[in-house]
């Protein structure tokens, strides 16, 4: 059965515009069957990869030949795992230059595409990112019928509803939202798809495309990570533990983000003085490959780890939006800042409708509007100064009016 992907609706803006669309994830994110189902939907296509070796070879030494055989007889020619091929930037730029074909491309990581194309590529394409399945994907997949509710919600949602879709919740923050793993039948299953996942990860993306051949290091430095998800990096501190210098650190950690194993999220700041301005903080785009890591998959009651985790899905959520994070000298921290003006607070379970020190010397500070703390059980809102602060469940981080 196919699941229509939410990015799916941006992607269908541009499906007649001159640009190249580019598709970029991870491994079995589902890219490929994003642009086969458009494929699918196109007359007068054709459908590549370049897994096939004649024809990435023919790409990369006769680019002429390459178009009078696959460009020229078509009007859309889809081209998958395009980060095998050399120069692809160059060629493709060439392509779009010298005929008037729509194409469509997609590869299991964006380094090659960042590092050597964007500078052939500058007007000439748009690109997608495309990640393991949201939580609102997710509960399409288990409950079609709960996930339209889901979709039509608003902030007045009962705690029966709240609770009924919360009782999906565990196994999201647990196994992430990989197809495979979602489609599996078992814990035991799910964990062993995870295992292969994460070794797909460091032996093909990672260790073939940009040639680290340090597998030990690599991985100790994911595992230092899933450790402190949510925490600001000390870069020497890292460095030192995993046996490496501070620029190899900085340029692993620059490989795993443009692999789609973790984003940074840098801090907010407007007076530098007062306020903590130097290094980021880092979470993981999906939970299960995070957690397959330090091999604990143990319900969120039984963690110890339970703000991370819960801080790790929001951020999941909000991934697309300009999310950044507050911390100053004097000790005051909200767990992320969007758009630079709202202040979105984490928690489990609250005593009542009340906010932090820190949440309200934030308001206080920078003239927000409105605000959020996303807990377990809590619903309502209250007012501090001119501000309005929503109490809501976490799994509305997605939906939030920002």
């Known amino acids: 059965m196919y699941y229509e992907r939410e990015i799916e609706t941006k992607i269908k803006k541009y499906i007649d515009s001159p640009e190249i669309i580019a598709i970029f994830g991870s491994r079995q994110v589902g890219k490929t069957t994003i642009l086969k189902h458009i494929y699918n939907n196109s007359q007068n296509a054709l459908f590549l990869t370049f897994e096939d070796i004649e024809t990435k070879i023919l790409f990369q030494e006769d680019i002429k030949s390459f178009i009078k055989l696959y460009i020229e007889p078509y009007d859309r020619i889809f081209i998958d795992e395009f980060q095998y091929v050399k120069d692809g930037g160059k060629h493709l730029k060439y392509i779009y230059d010298t005929t008037d074909k729509k194409i469509f491309i997609s590869g299991s990581s964006a380094m090659e595409l960042s590092i050597h194309a964007i500078k052939y590529l500058a007007g000439r394409i748009f690109v997608f990112n495309l990640y393991s399945f949201s939580f609102g994907e997710f509960l399409r997949v288990k409950d079609t019928s ?22 999906y919740f565990d196994e999201y923050i647990t196994y992430g939202g990989y197809p495979r793993v979602i489609l599996s039948r078992s814990n035991e299953e799910k964990q062993e798809v995870l295992k292969n996942l994460m070794s797909i990860y460091l032996l093909r993306d990672i260790k073939e495309i940009v040639n680290i051949y340090d597998e030990a290091k690599m991985y100790k430095l994911l595992k230092a990570l899933s ?39 840098p801090p907010f700041f407007t007076n530098k003085r007062l306020e903590i301005v130097k290094n980021p903080k880092r979470f993981f785009y999906d939970l299960g490959l995070r957690n397959v890591v330090i091999k604990n998959f143990n319900s969120l009651e039984n963690r110890v780890d339970k703000g991370a985790i ?9 991934v697309d939006k300009d999310v950044k994070y507050y911390r100053n000298k004097n000790g005051s921290e909200v767990d992320f800042i969007v758009d630079d003006k709202i202040p979105i607070e984490i928690k489990s379970n609250i005593s009542g409708l009340k906010v932090s020190k820190s949440y309200r010397y934030f308001l206080e500070n920078y003239q927000s509007n409105s605000g959020y703390i996303l807990n377990f059980n809590k619903i309502g809102e209250i007012s501090i100064n001119n501000s309005k602060i929503k109490f809501l469940p976490h799994f509305f981080a997605d939906k939030l009016l920002l």
């Open 227 to 265: 450790l402190q998800i949510g925490n600001i990096i000390t870069y020497n501190e890292l460095a030192n533990l995993i046996g490496v210098n501070a620029p190899q650190l900085k340029n692993y950690l620059t490989i795993f983000e443009k692999a789609f194993l973790i984003k940074q999220i």
């Open 310 to 318: 819960l801080e790790n899905f929001v951020f999941r959520e909000l």
């Open 146 to 167: 709960l996930y339209k509710l889901y979709k039509g919600l608003d902030s007045n949602i009962s705690t029966v509803i709240s609770n009924k879709i919360y009782s």
